[in-house]
């Protein structure tokens, strides 16, 4: 019997290049996401490449608890969860933000974290030995000007991986988080809200991760020995130091 992985926010960037990775290294996966037309593009594709692989998608919104519920009843087991659905909102000054957005980026990356762990808690709890991998942020550790709500929000995410590990030692159950620099997916599109001019400008000239970067990270993490627990890997680019601090190509 193969492995299951439940991999959150599997539509599109690190969490569908996730999927990808761990059905090439033998996992079933069950994909989460809100956009289910690109998760049934991604099943159908994954389901045509590995047909010995089981691939499910099912609707995701980690921050509705009905929705979380509804996702969690349709899984019978799990032995790997990839809390990878996140991401930020503006990137205004603390005296120019909107509260909405705190909110939104707090319930996404932290509360929507909590809610799927929570619940999914007792299907890892059954696996004879389960890992639970959260994408965190350079963010998590490293502040920047206009990144308040989501630098909380990773910094916060960091200590709930944090209490996991704690709350779980003595359980066969690893606990890791991945904190990636800049990757160059759809999260600045969404930071900047839907603007692909001022998204391209933050990968202009540099050479950037890509979601396959973080993929195999995940991917190497879950296939270490059972004893082993990577607690946390930090993940730049070789170009890039610290948040805003990238050597661009002139
Ligand atoms: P993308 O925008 O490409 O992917 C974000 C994913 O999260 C999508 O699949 C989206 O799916 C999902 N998502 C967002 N909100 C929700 C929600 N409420 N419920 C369920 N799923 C949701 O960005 P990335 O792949 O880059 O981001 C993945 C993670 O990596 C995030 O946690 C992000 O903070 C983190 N990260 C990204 C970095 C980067 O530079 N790209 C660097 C460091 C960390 P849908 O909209 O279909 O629901
Ligand atoms: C995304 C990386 O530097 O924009 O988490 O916060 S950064």
Sequence with gaps: MSEIAVITGASSGIGE??????????????????????????????????????????????????SVDAFVAAIDRADILVNNAGGAIGSESIAESDEADWQRMYDTNVLG????????????????????VTIGSVAATVPYVGGAG???????????????????????????????????????????RGDEDAAAKVYEGVDSLSADDIADAVTWVVTRPPHVNIDSILIMPRDQVGPGQVKRRA
Aim: charged fraction near 30%; charge should be positive; glycine fraction near 4%.
């Design 113 to 132: 974290v909590l809610r799927v762990t929570q619940r999914l808690l007792p299907r890892l709890r059954e696996s004879p030995s389960a890992t639970v």
């Design 150 to 192: 989501y630098n909380a929000a990773k910094h916060a995410v960091r200590a709930v991986t944090r209490v996991l590990r704690l709350e779980l030692h003595g359980e066969p159950i690893r606990v890791a988080e991945i904190d990636p620099g800049m990757v160059e997916t759809e999260f600045s599109v969404v930071r900047y």
């Design 17 to 66: 290049a996730t999927a990808r990775h761990l059905v090439r290294a033998g996992y079933d996966v069950v994909l989460g996401a809100r956009r289910t037309d690109r998760l049934e593009a991604l099943k159908a594709a994954l389901e045509a490449e590995y047909p010995e692989r089981i691939v499910a998608a099912l609707p995701l919104d980690v921050t509705d608890v009905a």
